[in-house]
């Protein structure tokens, strides 16, 4: 018999997970602690990448259901100095190997595929411990608890099933972002539209950075980063927009008008989003009947990844569960070794650092160009 699989966190990972689980016929239950899918906004546009996230959902058979989520021109690319000066213009012509898709429609693809039933909704995973011979009780804070055989940690930054194999905790990477959302942007907004163009802006600057995306509904979602300490940022009040907004952009002073206007023309309060990383090649000694996948595992600084290796995690942690019926330990220890490989693939890219020199659009212009030729 198969042993039922008990994933802590219904993030794009352990849906995965427990999708490639149920084409294989393992019986699953994803515990999340949000009250439903609805409970809060599920974040901007992922790219999916053809060599993991999308073979992801090939493994759960769902690639059908991810193409009609697809934004179509969202792989538009466009570089621009900090005074507007375009140095890199993409256009989406249809060939490139990541499409662009909302996060809480591809969320929503992934938990219409499941039985109902199979997410329980409303249960924070408070604790969570051993009781010998691979298994294990978690501890919800609404109380009730569940005892498995199989335990996952899908539960991201601040898992709490990560203590069980590491002492390993997330680390602030002295960066921050400050997020943004200009609505009805072509009419509104004209300005910073034409800055962003049909896909994506970078306007990258040593310890200064203006990311944003066009989105559903031409919408405009910014991500301001700064290189400054926590303590820095804890001297704004970001419950006044007006005065939040002015000190942000007072650090892009002789930007170009259309860049900062990202930040000063925000239609939402800003909000402030600290980045933080476990350390990189964070391994553990195999530890019977858990495991983790995604941020629980290898939480980095954002680079277009995270949410496509937490997905292959997913689908590969369920194939090897499907390969080895009866050998738990077997599967999780093929699983934990090409996780551990890939995350140090991942780590070991040479993209220019945010706060290096390097950092500059004509840097990152000439590194995307040698990527892709």
């Known amino acids: 018999m198969r042993t039922p699989v008990t994933i802590i966190g219904a993030g794009l990972g352990g849906l995965t ?5 149920h084409v294989h016929d393992i019986p699953v239950t994803v515990y999340e602690a949000e009250s439903s899918p609805s409970a809060r906004a599920q974040g901007g546009l992922l790219d999916i990448h053809d060599h993991n996230g999308q073979l992801a959902l090939k493994a759960a058979g769902l690639t059908d259901e991810f193409h009609a989520v697809v934004l179509e021109g969202r792989q538009a690319l466009r570089i621009l100095d ?8 993409q256009a989406d012509d249809g060939t490139g190997g ?12 992934l938990l219409d ?18 009781l010998g011979e691979g ?23 601040w898992s709490r099933v990560r203590p069980l194999l590491s002492t390993a905790a997330p680390e602030y990477i002295g960066k921050s972002v400050v997020e943004t959302y200009l609505f009805d942007a072509g009419t509104r907004h004209p300005d910073a539209a034409r800055a962003v163009g049909d ?12 990311f944003a995306h066009r989105e559903k509904d031409d919408t405009l979602h910014a991500y301001v980063g700064l290189a400054e300490p926590r303590d820095w940022f804890a001297a704004i009040d970001f419950s006044d927009t007006a005065t939040a907004t002015a000190r942000i952009a007072r650090e892009f002073d002789g930007w170009a008008p259309e860049l900062t206007a990202l930040i000063t023309g925000t ?19 195999r530890v019977p009947g858990v495991t983790l996948l995604g941020d629980a595992a290898h939480l980095s600084a954002p ?25 738990v330990e077997t599967a999780l220890t093929e699983y934990e070794r090409a996780m551990f490989a890939r995350d140090a693939e991942a780590h070991a890219d040479d993209m220019p650092r945010f706060d290096s020199p390097d950092n500059t659009a004509r840097g990152l212009a000439d590194w995307f160009t040698e990527k892709e030729g």
Do not use: C
């Open 199 to 210: 896909g994506m802006l970078i306007v990258p600057s040593p310890g200064r950075e203006i």
């Open 135 to 157: 298994r294990h009780e978690v501890t919800f804070a609404g109380g009730g608890t569940v005892v498995t055989g199989l335990l996952v940690g899908a539960d991201g930054a």
């Open 267 to 285: 239609d939402t309060a800003p909000v402030l989003r600290p980045l933080y990383a476990l350390p990189a090649g964070l391994r553990w000694d």
């Open 82 to 89: 900090r005074d507007g000066t375009v140095v890199l213009d």
């Open 17 to 21: 997970l427990a999708r490639v689980l």
């Open 113 to 130: 595929s499941l039985p109902a039933g199979t997410v329980r909704w409303g249960h924070k995973a408070s604790g969570v411990r051993a």
């Open 303 to 327: 680079n277009g990844e995270g949410a496509n290796l937490a997905m292959l995690d997913g689908a590969e942690l369920g194939q090897a569960l499907a390969a080895y019926p009866g050998d």
């Open 98 to 109: 990541r499409p662009e898709v909302q996060r809480g429609d591809l969320r929503q693809v």
